[in-house]
């Protein structure tokens, strides 16, 4: 099989592709990257790692300067990751740039976790990064994890982490309850992302009535997904 000509038909239909069907784009891609991926796994087989190489020397001056040996290491690991999950096709929900952060990932419960999160909340790679470099899923309890391995129903208190990861941006190591909300309130979208999906902010020291004494809620937030309110 001439397998570096299959590949350079891919790639500049691909390219095709970007210029004529903007919507199309990131489907296209991913479908791409994935033969590609599966071409030079099985030219790998035939004729050798060294394969790679030469075939990226050709598609640099054929197709493009982006078609580096990298770049094909990294479309052979993409078809190999998704071959794993044993998905027959890579999932367009997300990007390339969102599969390069979740190869890093072994636990495939955990990497459907953050599939999941990124499709329901649009997150950016770049957010997704964070979001796994700060161990969100490991933060889970064990009960949670298999609830939501599961796909069964998942409590608002369940999808809190433990501990709850706020930034220190005073430096100061000695917190009181004071300069502990103000942290949480220079931060507040990092905030609402640890606690979970759905979660609004409304009003911090709100003021409400108690019988003939009135009191201060330190931060009223609102659950979209669940619809109820919040006390911190």
Request: glycine share 4%; hydrophobic share 30%; net charge positive.
């Amino acid at each position: 099989m001439d397998y570096y000509s299959s590949i350079k038909e891919l790639l500049i239909n691909n390219e095709l592709t970007h210029k004529a069907k903007d919507y199309s784009k990131n489907k296209s891609d991913l479908n791409t990257y994935y033969e590609v991926g599966k071409l030079i796994t099985a030219a790998g087989k035939n004729y050798g790692e060294n394969v790679i190489k030469e075939y990226s020397s050709n598609l640099v001056l054929d197709v493009g300067k982006k078609y580096n040996e990298r770049t094909l290491r990294r479309l052979r690991q993409f078809y190999n990751f998704c071959k794993k999950q044993k998905w027959p096709a890579a999932p367009a929900k997300l990007t390339i740039s969102h599969y390069d952060e979740l190869m890093k990932l072994k636990n495939i419960n955990e990497i459907n976790y953050y599939i999941n999160l990124c499709d329901k909340n649009n997150i950016s790679s770049k957010h997704l990064r964070t979001r796994i470099k700060n161990n969100e899923y490991e933060r889970l309890d064990e009960k949670t994890k298999n609830k939501i391995a599961r796909n069964e129903t998942v409590e608002l208190s369940e999808t809190l982490k433990n501990p709850i990861i706020i930034r220190n941006t005073i430096g100061i190591e000695d917190i009181s309850e004071k300069l502990l909300q103000k942290m949480i309130l220079e931060n507040l979208n990092e905030f609402l992302d640890e606690l979970g999906e759905g979660f609004c902010y409304i009003k911090n020291e709100y003021k409400i009535k108690l019988g003939d004494n009135y009191n201060f809620i330190d931060l009223l937030l609102f659950n979209i997904k669940y619809n109820c309110y919040v006390v911190v």
